[in-house]
């Protein structure tokens, strides 16, 4: 157990939708990142936060959106759905941004897009 | 931009037996870290070595060790004496500065009992 968690663990949703995912970080934990992991793929960076702000974005489009709070959870958010959105997302944590810092991954959110 | 290139989609070791994963990577920075992480099943990411390119000596945990050759940007994976919970998927990754992941197409390793 990494003490990271997400919810819903799976989530079924049309085409054209808005969905909200969430991770709970451990305590302490100021950064926390999300990954797209299409079926079969390696995990996809799509963006980064670091005490609430920004920190870093891979190449997803401005649909995808996110926010972090200061209780260390922080959701992702994805608007107008589209069929290839479907993937297991997973969030990370760590303390910090230091590269030596271990992240810590979560069990993923299952999204399927109809 | 950071690639990683994991050419061996699947593998098989017999239970006691050794095998390597091997792993390739992209990147003109010269101050990085790279990672091997499994995924079982149960889809949670679990850490199981990290090695720091500054440093020469390869990192090993206990069964795992890794072949670091940073001029040939390569990043292999050693599991000595394989059990049947190593069967799992397992991820190269590279990290940026600013802890931020790029990972590999992934190997499924297959232990035969």
């Known amino acids: 157990e990494t003490g990271v968690t997400q919810s819903p663990t799976h989530l079924i949703k049309t085409r054209g939708q808005q969905v909200t995912l969430r991770c709970s970080s451990q305590s302490g934990h100021n950064t926390v990142s999300w990954y797209q992991q299409a079926l079969g793929q390696g995990p996809q960076f799509i963006f980064q936060?670091?005490?609430?702000?920004?920190?870093g974005r891979g190449n997803f489009p401005p649909r995808f959106s996110g926010l972090q709070f200061p209780n260390y959870s922080s959701e992702l958010n994805v608007n107008a759905l589209e069929l290839d959105d479907s993937a297991l997302y997973l969030c990370?944590?760590?303390?910090?941004?230091?590269?030596?810092?271990?992240?810590?991954f979560g069990p993923g959110t299952r999204l399927l897009v109809l | 931009a950071q690639t990683v290139t994991q050419s061996q989609p699947e593998m098989s070791v017999q239970e006691a037996e050794t095998v390597t994963l091997s792993c390739t990577y992209d990147t003109s920075e010269s101050d990085y870290y790279l990672f091997w992480y499994k995924q079982p099943p149960s889809r949670q990411m679990i850490l199981v070595i990290r090695q720091e390119a500054y440093k020469q000596q390869n990192a090993t945990e206990n069964r795992f060790s890794v072949n670091f050759q940073k001029a040939a940007k390569s990043f292999s994976l050693k599991i000595s004496d394989s059990q049947l919970g190593d069967a799992a998927m397992y991820f190269c990754?590279?990290?940026?500065?600013?802890?931020?992941?790029?990972f590999g197409t992934g190997t499924s390793l297959t232990v035969i009992p």
């Open positions: 990754a590279y990290e940026r500065v600013g802890n931020q992941f790029y």
């Open positions: 990370a944590s760590s303390v910090g941004l230091a590269e030596e810092e271990t992240q810590y």
């Open positions: 936060y670091y005490r609430e702000e920004e920190n």
